[in-house]
């Protein structure tokens, strides 16, 4: 079975400077998707970014990318250009690749709390 | 109104209540899924229905019970719950299909059983 490990509860950045949340899976697939999910306080989970493990370019959205090690299993979020409006949960999952009647289930750490400080 | 959304937003129950969950997606999509959030726990993936059939049971007590009567309505029906149900039940949907396909969450019900 797969599991996603994020092994920082909280974290805290000054706004404006970059931080980076460590993920790590494991997994015996070759080909699966890695997401990163951000929940505010009471608000909505919405999708960060996402990572096709084909792919050997990291993703990259505005301020926000990944950095992709395969071999390492590895999976982290670097947010650049800290704002205010960043601080949230924020989720790492995987999904399988395209396994039939599975396709659609993720599996979730669970979850680094971002502080951001003005 | 655009999205998931979730009714009620808060609900607190006895043990012997019975209440019912609602999720509404207006996004066409053909899949929605029922999660758990519990403090400091990964979620939980409870229940899914693709094309309006259950394609997965996480060996989910009985005491919870899904229906989805069309693709844009899910229900989770509770009864009789325990005090370790208390929780954030986020409702999800997607489009089931090949490929890297999100998942849209709603606000979620934040279920407190005393």
């Known amino acids: 079975a797969q599991t996603v490990t994020q092994s920082q509860p909280e974290m805290s950045v000054q706004e404006a400077e970059t931080v980076t949340l460590s993920c790590t899976y494991d997994t015996s697939e070759s080909d699966y998707y890695l997401f990163w999910y951000k929940q505010p306080p009471s608000r909505q989970m919405i999708l960060v970014i996402r990572?096709?493990?084909?792919?050997?370019q990291n993703a990259t959205e505005n301020r926000f990318s990944v950095n992709f090690q395969k071999a390492a299993k590895s999976f982290s979020l670097k947010i650049s250009d800290s704002q205010l409006g960043d601080a949230a949960m924020y989720f790492c999952?995987?999904?399988?690749?395209?396994?039939?009647?599975?396709?659609?289930?993720?599996?979730f750490g669970k979850g680094t709390l971002l502080t951001v400080n003005p | 109104e655009t999205g998931v959304t979730q009714t009620p937003r808060h609900l607190v129950m006895g043990m012997t209540n019975k209440k019912s969950l609602k999720c509404e997606q207006h996004?066409?999509?053909?899949?929605m899924y029922w999660y758990k959030q519990s403090a400091k726990k990964p979620l939980e993936l409870m229940f899914v229905?693709?094309?309006?059939?259950?394609?997965e049971n996480n060996s989910v007590p009985s005491r919870f019970s899904p229906e989805c009567p069309n693709s844009s309505h899910l229900f989770l029906h509770l009864h009789t719950l325990q005090p370790e149900d208390s929780a954030l039940y986020l409702c999800?949907?997607?489009?089931?299909?090949?490929?890297?396909?999100?998942?849209?969450f709603g606000p979620g019900t934040r279920l407190t059983v005393t």
């Open positions: 990572q096709e493990a084909y792919k050997q």
């Open positions: 229905y693709s094309l309006e059939e259950r394609v």
């Open positions: 999800a949907s997607s489009q089931f299909k090949a490929g890297p396909s999100e998942q849209y």
């Open positions: 996004l066409g999509h053909n899949a």
């Open positions: 999952a995987y999904r399988r690749f395209n396994s039939g009647g599975s396709n659609y289930k993720l599996t």
